[in-house]
């Protein structure tokens, strides 16, 4: 055998030997019936480990009740749609069993019949549009959601085919229009397009019931004194706000006019709108309130402090002038009760734009409130915030705000000097609202002595807002509003921000009234100190009861203690003490 | 009853069918009726129909599927053959008349209309196909020239070839399922064995690439939130361990084909996780007690043919119920004996009797074999290896 000899045969034995691996040859019949036995066994154990699988993750499915949740589509109708209740727990939404009208057309024999028999027994269809309905080429058409149990029985009696009936909810507001902005609407598919009902959706869907910090009796006291005025002065809206500065807690907050939310539809915009908390309003003298408590805060300004208000303040272009002129210079507590324009600009010149602007941001006026609705409004700031947007801001022009921004910034400059954010929802014991400290305590007990002066000095402005024994302090405002190009004298937005009661300071109300005309009763006057002022002095007397305060002597001891008694109004040295 | 002395068919047939299996199958189509009786009112509202409509037709299945299974099994393994090759011959004819003349269903022509009923020749399909492919494959193994495994994959490749154009993917991978399974049974070289292993996953990709609906339901399988699936998912968490009871589910209201591609999930609802654990015991019981017979007969043929069968109701029940659970992407696939359909039910009942059939006791069988296998032969084979070993 030669080398090549041998090279081919091994060549040849290993391509044979590559060949059998891939085609072997043909074991014999009971070599292959072994092969057979093994595989069929290695099958079995395969097979056995797949149910096994299957059979464990039956059991983990079937046991993880949370896998029911995961579902994005809930099931109509295995839920109940949560209801909101008030800060007590009366009912604000619930959900009332309802019966569904429905047809499928295409069993419908005759159409005219039917549309003849049902025209008297269904609400909003006449004969004419239910024939139009019961030939649609559609399986479904809904002929009523809101079935009484009578028609119910007479519609079942006419056996007509293909009319059906399904168990349906109608979401029912018992209180009608009060709080109606808060709670928002729902779509006939009992989803939230408004208010609470929106914004609270998911937990509402998940069947939880929702607390809100409204209390529906001071709801209901807001929504008649102001729209009592609003009445009296011919307004055009109007707008309130009680909210406990302790908590943040909103305890009632009335837009108007407002609407039923029971009636989906034919609600117009302007009652839909929230004047509250999406309406955006320069609020005029009320600013002067935080005017104040800045230029003490900053140290800009000390107590007792005067200001030449003589002449108008011309700045630029701008001319800056007072309602009364007066001749001689004013102290600080007398810029704020007589509500001098001048005085409160020249203050707001020695806190300086920056260290406003920081403010105003401390006070939550610069951005949307965190409110639990839909419907908030973000105020409108300068864009440039120089000396006259500075002189501008501090009597309350150039920067627009929402009543509750308001009410929320006043409750942190008269209070306790922390701002709170401000909530729809009632605090759960163990929640701590988030306070931010804004102002010094000695700050706040001066602002609120001049406050209170305000009211109770017989040439404050808002004399109309004394409720005896309660202790009221606040700031008439009257803006005039933007209409167009420019400021309209006629077109007033009447306000009146209150604290109360000033020595023992807990609630802060604000009042708004849209559009007052001067009446002959005002003498004309359409100022937040006869629009405004009323309101608040009649709600204050009927909700200080049930908010537990009880009224007090002034001049006693303990209450005189808790205030600044040496302010000096007016020339004679008049002071809190003296009436 | 029966005396075991009696040599009549019936007679025979008693004392020698395997009474586990028939139980087996019996038990499914009882659960199956109730079942359909529970999901069959909503479909058939859903889609307009007297709401008794699947109900009854199901309850009209089951005495032809059950005549047809307690007939095959009577049948000797010779006949069966024979007839499986007639039938199956048959069925293919079926199928191209469904594809040339059929009623389309859900986009797809795999119905002809027979005597007023709607049939699905390709069920049929299944287990004649397994019957006549480990015929071939045995005789290419006991045979002494015969390339059996040549025939058997081009039968194949003319059937997924039928099945493609239908389109029919459940179905054909249930039949190169059967056949791969034959191959591996039936001796096909490891390396082979790995191979298609290997390639399984590169054919399902190119399913995905290449048919839509393949990538949707992949995709959703993945990314989760398939509407169907969450259903199933949520019906599982709803019935808990016990069920809401009878008639008493939901979900089902919002599950397309409950009736048949998701009857498990409303078993899962409304008789609960312990009875879909029972459903899933009798198939798993079905599928080990299958293969026992299978093993302990002593033909290569019955050990293939019967395993095949097994392996066809076990894979078709598995992906069922894990298409259900969602640890596979959604494939409708009826639930053997389960499931509503005339089609499906008649199949399954063919199925079983040919597994009954293939697995009867018998004494007289291994003369069937031409070759005969056991301790004896196995013995002198190993001593030539001995020997070759000792040489």
Redo the contacts between chains.
């Keep these: 055998m030669t080398k090549t000899e041998i090279t081919q045969n091994r060549m040849k034995q290993s391509l044979l030997a590559a060949r059998s691996l891939v085609f072997p040859d043909r074991p014999d019949p009971a070599k292959s019936r072994r092969i057979a036995e093994g595989r069929l066994v290695a099958s079995c154990f395969i097979a056995l480990a797949v149910f096994i699988t299957i059979g464990v993750r039956i059991v983990t499915l079937a046991t993880a009740t949370e896998a029911a949740s995961v579902s994005p589509v809930p099931l109509a109708g295995t839920t109940e749609r949560g209801q909101i209740l008030d800060r007590r727990g009366r009912l604000m939404a619930t959900n009332l069993p309802m019966t569904v009208l429905h047809a499928d057309p295409s069993e419908i024999m005759d159409v005219t019949e039917a549309a003849l028999q049902l025209a008297p027994l269904i609400a909003h269809h006449d004969e004419a549009s239910l024939t139009r309905l019961l030939q649609k080429d559609a399986r479904y058409v809904e002929l009523d959601r809101k079935l009484t149990p009578e028609r119910h029985a007479a519609i079942l009696g006419l056996g007509i085919p293909g009319i059906n009936f399904r168990d349906g909810m109608l979401r029912a507001y018992p209180r009608g229009n009060a709080a109606a902005h808060i709670l928002g609407q729902v779509d006939t598919q009992n989803h939230g397009i408004a208010g609470v009902e929106k914004s609270m959706e998911a937990q509402l869907l998940a069947g939880n019931d929702v607390t809100l910090s409204i209390d529906i009796g001071m709801q209901a006291i807001l929504a008649k004194e102001i729209s009592s005025q609003i009445n009296d002065f011919e307004a055009i809206g109007g707008a309130g706000v009680l909210l406990d500065i302790r908590s943040g807690e909103i305890l009632a907050m009335v837009s108007l006019p407002d609407f039923n939310p029971n009636h989906l539809g034919k609600i117009s915009a302007d009652a839909r709108f929230n004047r509250a908390t999406k309406g955006l309003y320069e609020m005029g003298s009320t600013f002067k309130v935080l005017n104040t408590a800045i230029a003490l805060e900053t140290g800009a300004v000390r107590m007792g402090q005067t200001y030449d208000v003589a002449k108008p303040l011309r700045v630029a272009r701008f001319t800056i002038n007072d309602f009364h002129v007066y001749k001689r210079p004013l102290n600080i507590s007398e810029i704020l009760v007589y509500s001098s324009n001048i005085g409160s600009a020249k203050m707001a010149e020695a806190i300086g734009p920056q260290t406003q602007r920081l403010f105003m941001e401390k006070l939550g006026l610069l951005d949307h409130l965190p409110l639990e609705l839909p419907e908030i409004g973000r105020p409108l700031t300068p864009r440039q915030w120089k000396r006259i947007e500075t002189m501008t801001v501090s009597y309350g022009h150039g920067i627009s705000i929402s009543p509750v921004h308001l009410a929320s910034a006043v409750g942190a400059a008269s209070g306790d000097g922390l701002w709170v954010t401000p909530t729809l929802l009632k605090r759960q014991t163990g929640d701590n609202p988030i306070k931010t400290r804004v102002f010094s305590a000695e700050t706040t007990r001066n602002v609120r002595s001049m406050m209170r002066l305000v009211v109770s000095h017989p040439d404050g402005t808002g004399n109309f807002a004394e409720a005896p024994g309660y202790m009221v302090g606040g700031k008439t405002g009257t803006a005039e509003k933007i209409l167009g190009n420019g400021y309209d004298k006629k077109a007033n937005l009447a306000t009146f921000v209150a604290t109360f009661p000033v020595h023992d300071p807990r609630y802060v109300l604000a009042v708004m009234v849209d559009e007052p005309k001067g009446q002959k009763k005002s003498y004309g006057y359409a100022t937040g100190g006869w629009v405004a002022a009323p309101a608040v002095k009649r709600i204050v007397e009927q909700a200080a009861p049930l908010l537990g305060i009880l009224p007090v002597d002034e001049e006693s001891p303990e209450i005189r203690q808790k205030l600044r008694v040496d302010l000096q109004i007016g020339e004679e040295k008049k002071t809190l003490a003296t009436f | 009853m029966l005396d075991r002395t009696d040599r009549s068919l019936v007679g025979t047939w008693w004392w020698t069918v395997d009474k586990w299996l028939l139980a087996g199958a019996l038990i499914l189509m009882v659960l199956g009726a109730l079942l359909v009786m529970a999901a069959g009112p909503a479909v058939a509202n859903l889609i ?1 129909l007297p709401s008794q409509h699947f109900m009854v037709r199901q309850l009209l299945y089951i005495m032809p599927s059950l005549a047809v299974m307690i007939t095959v099994s009577m049948l000797e393994p010779r006949p069966i053959r024979a007839l499986s090759l007639v039938g199956l011959a048959g069925v293919i004819g079926l199928m191209i008349m469904a594809i040339v003349a059929g009623s389309e269903i859900k986009g797809a022509t795999r119905w002809i209309t027979l005597f007023g009923f709607n049939l699905q020749p390709s069920e049929f399909a299944k287990p004649l196909f397994a019957i006549v492919s480990a015929w071939l494959l045995t005789l ?3 045979g002494e020239d015969f390339p059996g495994w040549i025939y058997s994959t081009a039968l194949l490749a003319g059937l997924v070839t039928i099945l493609v154009l239908q389109p029919d993917i459940g179905m054909t991978a249930v039949i190169v399922l059967t056949w791969g ?1 034959q191959m ?4 096909m ?1 490891m ?2 064995v790995i191979g298609a292993v290997a390639v399984a996953p590169l054919a399902l990709y190119v399913a995905y690439l290449n048919l839509d609906h393949v990538t949707l339901r992949i995709n959703k399988f993945f990314e989760g ?1 398939s ?1 169907q699936v ?2 199933a ?2 019906s ?6 016990f069920g809401v009871g009878p008639g008493d589910g ?2 089902k209201l ?1 599950l397309p084909d409950a009736h048949s591609d998701f009857i498990f999930a409303v078993a ?1 609802e409304e008789y ?2 312990l009875a ?2 029972v459903l ?2 009798i ?2 019981f079905i ?2 007690r299958g ?1 026992a017979r ?2 302990s007969d002593e033909g ?1 043929f019955c ?2 043919a019967a ?1 095949s069968l097994v ?1 066809q109701i ?1 894979v078709q029940a ?1 992906i069922h ?2 298409s259900s ?3 596979i992407p959604t494939k409708g696939m009826t639930l053997p004996f389960v499931s509503y359909g005339g089609s499906s039910l008649l199949a399954s009942g063919l199925t079983m009797g040919l597994l009954l059939a293939l697995t009867r006791r018998r004494n007289s069988w291994s003369t069937f ?3 005969r ?1 056991g301790s004896e ?2 013995s002198v ?1 190993s001593t030539t290896e001995a020997k070759g070993a000792a040489r």
């Design positions: 307009n290419w193994r006991e399974f591996f049974l039936a001796g070289p390396l082979f939130g509407w969450e259903r998912r949520q599982f968490a709803e019935g808990g361990i939901t979900v919002h899962a609960g996780a879909c654990l899933l015991g198939y798993g599928v080990m293969f299978a093993l290569l050990l293939i395993s392996m076990g598995a119920m894990a659970v969602d640890l074999s031409r070759y296998t032969t196995l084979d």
